[in-house]
């Protein structure tokens, strides 16, 4: 073999060695006994994911595919969430770089429950100083915050100090500060950052703290699934996406535990319902439920014509109900 072709086939190793892959991923979410639950496969630490192939018709279309083969699960909503490419997050076992392509889906609570082979677990468990709805988690005051403290005021200088603290405050809501549902993805970052997750020493961090309470997922999936969560907590505000979760027929009492459910906060009931029927997002079916206990129930259905006008608004979200 001659010289010239000695380097073309380096060149090709070496080409090899440095492929980008792509990886689609799947927050999929349903929510079920009134908990937000998102679809998981090997020890409940993974989401669904497949690299994406020549054979593919599209991203969605290798998703979709994955995500069936791996859980039995269809997909109905779906939407593209974020491209993740920071090298330093997942530790590869090759020379490859690995992009991921996450996906947001939403499925109906009987779909979630008629399919054995999925195993579905409260996002809860993976963050659980994000349900506010009995008030502040325990984990917040007693655990979390005092952790912060103590990592803020390692840092070398003064401004540092500050900036750490203010920053823990904005995120977690200390110090008087209101809590933002909508800062997920924040929180979860600097807790990756102050080496509190498990995640963090895995990438590359000597996590001298231990890991804060919380299940652990593989590679950056619950950086991932925290992305997820922060979009629907946004998104149930200005889009009717909600009604992709519930039943074809509903009362108005399941609707509001289902927002709140993912809000990780109560609203306002009178408030609520006063917004629902304000912004015509419903209507009546003429029939009743006593399911709910009590008196009987109006049921409800999406009016699926607001999709068609001009304006169409979430559910919002009311103020906490104290």
Known sequence: M???AKD????????????????LIAVVVAVTEGDPCV?????ANALPSGPFEFDHRSLQSGLRAWVEQQTGQPLGYIEQLYTFADRDRIAAEDQQRVISISYLALTRKEY?????????GSWYDYFPWEDHRSGTPPVVLDVLRPRLIEWAQGAPEGEARRERRRRAAVAFGFDDRGWNEELVLQRYELLYESELVEEAARGGHEGALAPMPGRSMVADHRRILATGIARLRSKIKYRPVVFELMAPVFTLLQLQRTVEALAG?????????????????VEETGETTTETGGRPAKLYRFRHA????????GTKLPQTRG
Do not use: H, M
């Open 39 to 43: 679809l998981t496969i090997g020890q």
């Open 112 to 120: 979630a429950i008629a399919s054995a082979k999925p195993c579905w």
């Open 265 to 281: 906060r109560l609203v306002n009931k009178p408030n609520f319902r006063r917004l629902i029927e304000q912004q015509e997002l």
């Open 2 to 4: 001659n010289d010239k």
């Open 306 to 313: 607001v999709l068609d006008e001009t304006v169409i608004a």
């Open 8 to 23: 073309t086939r380096k060149g090709r190793a070496g080409r090899k060695a440095s492929e980008i892959k792509a990886d």
